[in-house]
Structure formats: structure tokens, C-alpha cells
Nanobody, 115 residues
């Protein structure tokens, strides 16, 4: 059974940084397309960043130049480095894994940007 476990959320001041981690277990990590999504109160879940098994990356326009997604296949982990955080980045962040027709989600981790 594939499981995704996120960590690294918290409270940070505007302009600060956080790094989120998501560990995948129960399958071969390198075969999966990995992504980070977020959902703010009253809003739909949106894609923040994605990374393919080959390392190609894509980002939402709102986070380009501030966020970086990366993966370590040896550690079965995907990361989201978030810099220059803004109050509008406040949301629950979810890790997603996709392979073929299968898609799975982590439990989510809260990121709050506030002074």
C-alpha cells in the first residue's frame, strides 16, 4: 500500500522560508510524478509545483522564482523549498503522487504566513 507522509509546515513571518518534505513508502518512488498542491479556506485545491520522474519541473505562476520543487530518489522523498513567503501562501499543502491511472495524497500540512 502506497503511503505519503508530509512534514515541515508551520508558522512563519512574511518574507521567511520553509521546506516541506513528503516521503513515499510502499512502492518504487522513482516511477512516480510528484506534486505539491495547496488549499486555502474557501478556495479550491490548486497545483503549486510538480516534478516528473525525469526531473522536469513546473510551477504555478504565483510561486515562480520563490518556490523550488526537488526530489531525492534515494530517500523516496520530494521537497518544496518555499522562500519569500507571503500571507497569501497560507494554506494546507498536500503532497500528490501519480503513476499511470493511480493517484494518491498525503494528509496535508498547514503553512501559515503571518506577522
Amino acid at each position: 500500500q502506497v503511503q505519503l507522509v508530509e512534514s515541515g509546515g508551520g508558522l512563519v513571518q512574511p518574507g521567511g522560508s520553509l521546506r516541506l518534505s513528503c516521503a513515499l513508502s510502499g512502492s518504487i518512488f522513482r516511477f512516480y510524478v510528484m506534486g505539491w498542491y495547496r488549499q486555502a479556506p474557501g478556495k479550491q485545491r490548486e497545483l503549486v509545483a510538480g516534478i516528473t520522474s525525469g526531473g522536469s519541473r513546473n510551477y504555478a505562476d504565483s510561486v515562480k522564482e520563490r518556490f523550488t520543487i526537488s526530489r531525492n530518489n534515494g530517500k523516496n522523498t520530494v521537497y518544496l523549498q518555499m522562500n519569500s513567503l507571503k500571507p497569501e501562501d497560507t494554506a494546507v499543502y498536500y503532497c500528490n503522487a501519480k503513476r499511470s491511472t493511480w493517484s494518491g495524497w498525503g494528509q496535508g500540512t498547514q503553512v501559515t504566513v503571518s506577522s
